[in-house]
Nanobody
Framework: QLQLVESGGGLVQPGGSLRLSCAASGFTLDYYAMGWFRQAPGKEREGVSCTSSSGDSTNYADSVKGRFTISTDNAKNTVYLQMNSLKPEDTAIYYC??????????????????WGQGTQVTVSS
C-alpha cells in the first residue's frame, strides 16, 4: 500500500526556517515525481515545489524561489522541503504528493496520483 507521511510542520516566527519531511512507503522514489503543495484557508491548493527522483529536474513556485529547496534521499525514501526566510503568507497546510512517470511541471500543475495527510505550517510572531 502506497503511503506518504509528512512531518516537520509547526509554528515559526517570520524570517525563521523549517524543514518538512515526507516519508514514502509501499514504493520507491525511482520513476516517481515528488512534490509539495500547500493550501491556505480560503484558497485553492497550489504547487510549491516538485522534483524528479534523481533531483536533476526541479520546479518552484515564484513565491518561494530562492527561499525553499526541495531534495530527496532515495536511500531513506524521503523527500524534504527546506523552507527559509518564512513569511506569514507561507502559512498553510503542506501536502506531499507523488505521481509515477510524469514531469515535475505536470505534477506541480496538480497532476498528483497520491497525497499525504498534510502538516500545518504557521508563520506568526
Amino acid at each position: 500500500q502506497l503511503q506518504l507521511v509528512e512531518s516537520g510542520g509547526g509554528l515559526v516566527q517570520p524570517g525563521g526556517s523549517l524543514r518538512l519531511s515526507c516519508a514514502a512507503s509501499g514504493f520507491t522514489l525511482d520513476y516517481y515525481a515528488m512534490g509539495w503543495f500547500r493550501q491556505a484557508p480560503g484558497k485553492e491548493r497550489e504547487g510549491v515545489s516538485c522534483t524528479s527522483s534523481s533531483g536533476d529536474s526541479t520546479n518552484y513556485a515564484d513565491s518561494v524561489k530562492g527561499r525553499f529547496t526541495i531534495s530527496t534521499d532515495n536511500a531513506k525514501n524521503t523527500v524534504y522541503l527546506q523552507m527559509n526566510s518564512l513569511k506569514p503568507e507561507d502559512t498553510a497546510i503542506y501536502y506531499c504528493a507523488a505521481a509515477p512517470l510524469t514531469t515535475v511541471q505536470a505534477l506541480c500543475a496538480g497532476g498528483a496520483d497520491y497525497w499525504g495527510q498534510g502538516t500545518q505550517v504557521t508563520v506568526s510572531s
